[in-house]
C-alpha cells in the first residue's frame, strides 16, 4: 500500500513570497489533514477535510493561509505572503472509517519543509 | 481538549524495556488515550492506543490506571531504531467517524548501545 505523498520534500524561499505544497493520500481515505510543525514542538493541526469539505480550520491562519482539496483526493496548502515565523515543516495526513489497523488511524507523509530567510 | 503531560527526554538502553509515563488527569470517560512516535525527519507513526483496559500490539504494550489519570507505553526490548520523541495523546472527536489529534512536546527517548 503507498503511503501519503508529499512535494516537495524541501523550500526556501525569502519572506513576503508565496509557496504551495502539495498532498497525495492514501488511496480511498476520505479524511485528509494538514498539521504545521515547528522545530522543537509537538504537530498543530491547520486543517481538516472530509472528502472535499472543511471540518475544522480553526487554527489556520486565513489571512495568509489556505488550502484546497477540490475533487476529494488530492490537496494544496498555500502561504501567500510568507512570513518568518512560517518556518516549519508542513506534514499532510490522510484516515479513513474503514482503513488502516484500527478505525481513524491516521497516516502521515514525511512533510515538507520551508525556511523562509 | 484534555491536556496531558509527558517528561521532556527518557534514556533506555538497548535490549531492556522502555517505559514511558503519562499524565492525562483530566480525560473524561469516553476519551481515548493514543500513542504516536516521530522518527527524526519522518513524519509520526502511531503506535497504540487505549480507553480503560491495557493494550498490547506487535509494537508495544499500553497500561492505563484503573482511575484513567494517568498511563504507561512499554517497548518491551528497546532498540536503536526505537529512538524517537513518543507523543501521548488523548482524541477529542470531531464528530462522525473523524477525530483530530493535539499533539503536545512528547518526551524524547534515546536508546544507547
Known amino acids: 500500500e503507498a503511503g501519503v505523498a508529499q512535494s516537495p520534500r524541501y523550500k526556501i524561499i525569502e519572506k513576503r513570497q508565496s509557496v504551495a505544497f502539495w498532498c497525495n493520500p492514501i488511496s480511498g481515505h476520505a479524511t485528509l489533514y494538514w498539521y504545521q510543525q515547528i522545530l522543537g514542538q509537538g504537530p498543530k493541526l491547520l486543517i481538516q477535510?472530509?472528502?472535499?469539505?472543511?471540518?475544522?480550520d480553526s487554527q489556520l491562519p486565513k489571512d495568509r493561509f489556505s488550502a484546497e482539496r477540490l475533487k476529494g483526493v488530492d490537496s494544496t496548502l498555500k502561504i501567500q505572503p510568507a512570513k518568518l515565523e512560517d518556518s516549519a515543516v508542513y506534514l499532510c495526513?490522510?484516515?479513513?472509517?474503514?482503513?488502516?489497523?484500527?478505525?481513524?488511524?491516521?497516516?502521515f507523509g514525511p512533510g515538507t519543509r520551508l525556511t523562509v530567510l | 481538549d484534555a491536556k496531558t503531560t509527558q517528561p521532556p527526554s527518557m534514556d533506555c538502553a538497548e535490549g531492556r524495556a522502555a517505559n514511558l509515563p503519562c499524565n492525562h488527569s483530566?480525560?473524561?470517560?469516553?476519551?481515548?488515550v493514543y500513542w504516536y512516535r516521530q522518527i527524526h525527519s519522518q513524519g509520526p507513526q502511531y503506535i497504540i492506543h487505549g480507553l480503560k483496559n491495557n493494550e498490547t500490539n506487535e509494537m508495544a504494550s499500553l497500561i492505563i490506571t484503573e482511575d484513567r489519570k494517568s498511563s504507561t507505553l512499554i517497548l518491551p526490548h528497546a532498540t536503536l531504531r526505537d529512538t524517537a520523541v513518543y507523543y501521548c495523546i488523548v482524541r477529542v472527536d470531531s464528530g462522525g467517524s473523524n477525530y483530530k489529534l493535539t499533539f503536545g512536546k512528547g518526551t524524547l527517548l534515546t536508546v544507547n548501545p
Open positions: 495526513a490522510s484516515s479513513s472509517p474503514a482503513g488502516g489497523r484500527i478505525n481513524n488511524e491516521q497516516f
Open positions: 483530566t480525560i473524561s470517560g469516553n476519551e481515548y
Open positions: 477535510f472530509q472528502n472535499n469539505g472543511v471540518v475544522d
